[in-house]
């Protein structure tokens, strides 16, 4: 099956702008690329749902509760697309979250962040989701057909996502002295790890080259980060908040924002294993994987049983 | 109108039935057996928190103060909530979660589905949107009542163990007093007695197809109807009310 010939031909197709079925030929290289980066991505979704879970039981009001609730169970949901679109490149879910549990498989660097106040879910929202979206927007014209399909859904749900994250921010920033205070806080300890989440400058991005041929990834990592700089400061202006950077400014000559270096050591640092909350999701998702086996095994004991019954009146 | 504060009575406790077991349920994000029972145990609590909106909102209606649901919601002291104490026991393992979602989700059904006749229309009409929902919850728990209680040795050990442990918590779903009375000689208010038949025939085939017995107790806890509750609502309540009660004149 594997000859120049398919490899040429698989190529080709990409080249064209054709999407990849699970049914066609694909370079092994390819499929551990997709099954690394999407089984990451679900994991990100899942993972996610910590820092914000953290807050509905405090959630200040019964909408901003609903509100909540509403995205974590998208964020779920997100994870269950792109654990199926993982699976149709054969690897079980099982094994995902193995990978994920014995450290294999990394999820978003953001997540091990802790989210401090009420002001921090309209942060998570605003500028994590708001990351999110820049990338996932265009990961939509990726080469894999069920990874981008599931972009496209995630993107609509995505920008809702970002909304009810900004509009706490601008609540809060037009409320007491306490609650600029808290949206401000908030603002200074996500934007660096935000702009974190795109990645190292392409100059030191160790994945790129194949995955730039393969059309997974469409865009470098600094022109999605500018991107996100570029809409997100002005968003900030608008309601009073000040961007933690001293040298973010408007350059005329690139139409761009210039702004600091990111503290790369920090970054590193959080990818090895020693942010602040690393740990703590790792073993909150080990904790509750292991204390649900029991529920697990009974629900496939019970449907081994009702097979066998439904065996017997056919037999 | 005559009976307004019974009224205004009876929305509390329904509105506080949805809101304190809708948060209970809320605590479970990310921490269900798997990622479609995350989902599922959510969406079951936003369904609850939405009603308990729904009746708050009413209730705030009633009241003669300038007051929003949020107010009924988050700002009241420990004792004038009456949410039945079966919702704010803790969700301990799975089978606690389940059997406590699986008797007070067919009490439910059985109670929304009369409520939808009530003469007072916002009450019917909030009824008639709970009971498509409430079906589902039902559904829910009692699929998995039996798959555990007929899984493995395990999971049938737990559920007995859930059903011995919150059974005591039933009675009050039945419980009538003045408020009830009132109401229902108005044609607003469900009869409870007559609901009680038709739950226990509905909880008894599930539980015979899982093979789970009911206790051999009959002692039952009250209190809620008066305001008196476990010592499980302070803890939700302190949780719950911070940042209301921390910052009293913020607007969220």
């Not at chain 1, 551990?32 to 999407?38: C, F, N, P, S, T």
């Not at chain 2, 008639?128 to 040795?153: F, I, N, P, Q």
């Amino acid at each position: 099956m594997h000859n120049e010939h398919t490899d040429q031909h698989f190529q080709l197709r990409i080249d064209t702008e054709g999407h990849i079925e699970p049914r066609d030929y694909m370079p092994e290289g390819y499929r551990k690329h997709l099954i690394r980066q999407i089984s990451q991505h679900a994991h990100s979704e899942v993972i996610g749902m910590q820092p914000e879970g953290n807050w509905i039981t405090r959630a200040p009001s019964l909408r901003a509760k609903q509100i909540l609730l509403a995205k974590i169970q998208d964020e779920g949901g997100h994870g269950l697309y792109l654990y199926s679109a993982a699976e149709t490149l054969g690897i079980s879910r099982e094994e995902m979250i193995e990978q994920l549990h014995s450290g294999k498989a990394k999820y978003s660097n953001i997540f091990n962040y802790p989210a401090l106040n009420w002001a921090d879910i309209g942060a998570i929202g605003w500028l994590v989701d708001g990351a999110a979206i820049v990338n996932q927007v265009s990961l939509q014209r990726t080469s894999y057909g069920p990874y981008s399909r599931a972009m496209v859904r995630i993107c609509k749900e995505e920008s809702f996502h970002q909304r009810q994250g900004y509009e706490i921010m601008a609540k809060m920033m037009n409320g007491t002295k306490e609650q600029k205070e808290m949206a401000q806080d908030a603002m200074n300890r996500w934007w660096w790890p935000a702009l974190m989440m795109f990645g190292p400058h392409d100059k030191d991005s160790p994945h790129t080259g194949d995955a730039v041929k393969w059309k997974i990834k469409r865009e470098s990592n600094d022109t999605l980060r500018q991107k996100f700089i570029d809409k997100t400061v002005q968003q900030a202006e608008l309601i009073g908040l000040k961007i933690p950077d001293n040298d973010i400014k408007w350059n005329e000559k690139t139409e761009h924002y210039d702004h600091g270096e990111i503290d790369w050591n920090e970054f590193h640092r959080v990818i090895k294993g020693n942010g602040p909350c690393n740990k703590q999701r790792m073993d909150h998702h080990i904790k509750y994987h292991n204390e649900g086996a029991w529920v697990r095994e009974a629900a496939a004991a019970y449907k081994t049983k009702k097979l066998k019954k439904e065996e017997l009146v056919i037999g | 109108m005559e009976t307004k504060n019974e009224l205004y009575k009876y929305c509390l406790r329904l509105g506080d039935d949805a809101l304190i077991l809708g948060h209970r349920l809320s605590e479970l994000c990310s921490k269900a057996p798997f990622l479609e029972e995350d989902l599922a145990l959510t969406n079951i609590s936003l369904d609850m928190i939405g009603r308990a909106q729904a009746f708050l909102k009413y209730a705030s209606e009633l009241s003669d103060n300038f007051i929003t649901e949020d107010d009924i919601a988050y700002r009241r002291p420990e004792n004038e909530y009456y949410n039945h104490l079966i919702t704010e026991q803790p969700n301990g393992d799975f089978a606690h979660t389940i059997v406590r979602q699986f008797f007070v989700s067919v009490f439910e059904y059985h109670f929304f589905e009369a409520l939808t006749k009530s003469k007072d229309k916002s009450l019917a009409a909030i009824a008639s949107k709970t009971v498509k929902e409430v079906k589902y919850h039902m559904e829910h728990a009692t699929d998995w009542v039996v798959r555990l209680g007929d899984g493995t040795e395990e999971s049938h050990r737990r559920m007995q163990i859930a059903i011995e442990d919150l059974w005591m918590y039933t009675g009050e779903f039945f419980e009538m007093d003045y408020v009830d009375d009132i109401l229902l000689s108005a044609g607003i208010a469900v009869d409870k007695s007559l609901i009680k038949e038709k739950w226990m025939k509905e909880i008894i085939k599930p539980l015979e197809e899982a093979t789970l017995i009911l206790p051999a107790y009959t002692h039952m806890q009250t209190g809620s109807k008066k305001g008196i509750h476990t010592e499980c609502l302070g803890h939700i309540l302190s949780e719950m009310q911070y940042l209301q009660r921390a910052y009293p004149d913020a607007k969220w």
